[in-house]
């Protein structure tokens, strides 16, 4: 059974806040969006290549029905679509600003800190070199 909006949103405003944005990739489509304005499918795919087509998709669709982007359809042959960022999305822009400004300032901290979880990311391959360690499977 699922929580409530309501209740969701009122234990704490960080949540609600963070309940259209957060996870892996939001945040960076987000980010694309409000640097470039607006992109297409395939720019995207082009700026995110870790990103599969099909989560690239579900991600965007959920950022429209969020009200977060919005998706212009040109009525032409090959078809043309472009994402921006929603009026609402556009309120996300000084949040976004000090995301990668805070980012930027503290890269290297950041990277000190990821530092030590991606050496234990790693086992030694057959001739001794460190390599990132394959994640399971899940059945």
Same mark, same amino acid.
């Given at each position: 059974?699922?929580?409530?909006?309501?209740?969701?949103?009122?234990?704490?405003? $960080?949540?609600? *806040?963070?309940?259209?944005?957060?996870?892996?990739?939001?945040?960076?489509?987000?980010?694309?969006? =409000?640097? =470039?304005?607006?992109?297409?499918? *395939?720019?995207?795919?082009?700026?995110?290549?870790?990103? %599969?087509?099909?989560?690239? %998709?579900?991600?965007?669709?959920?950022?429209?029905?969020?009200?977060?982007?919005?998706?212009?359809? =040109?009525?032409?042959?090959?078809?043309?679509?472009?994402? %921006?960022?929603?009026?609402?999305?556009? %309120?996300?822009?000084?949040?976004?600003?000090?995301?990668?400004?805070?980012?930027?300032?503290?890269?290297?901290?950041?990277?000190?800190?990821?530092?030590?979880?991606?050496?234990?990311?790693?086992?030694?391959?057959?001739? *001794? $070199?460190?390599?990132?360690?394959?994640?399971?499977?899940?059945?």
């Amino acid at each position: 059974m699922s929580t409530p909006v309501e209740a969701r949103f009122f234990q704490c405003p $960080v949540d609600a *806040g963070l309940a259209l944005m957060a996870g892996k990739w939001k945040p960076r489509l987000l980010w694309k969006l =409000y640097r =470039y304005q607006t992109m297409r499918f *395939g720019q995207l795919k082009r700026m995110l290549p870790d990103i %599969t087509d099909k989560m690239l %998709t579900q991600q965007l669709r959920e950022l429209e029905a969020d009200g977060l982007i919005t998706r212009k359809v =040109y009525p032409v042959v090959p078809p043309k679509v472009e994402y %921006t960022l929603s009026a609402f999305g556009k %309120t996300l822009e000084p949040v976004i600003a000090a995301i990668a400004n805070w980012g930027e300032m503290h890269e290297q901290e950041i990277r000190s800190h990821l530092e030590p979880r991606d050496v234990a990311l790693q086992v030694p391959s057959s001739s *001794g $070199v460190l390599e990132a360690r394959k994640p399971m499977n899940k059945k």
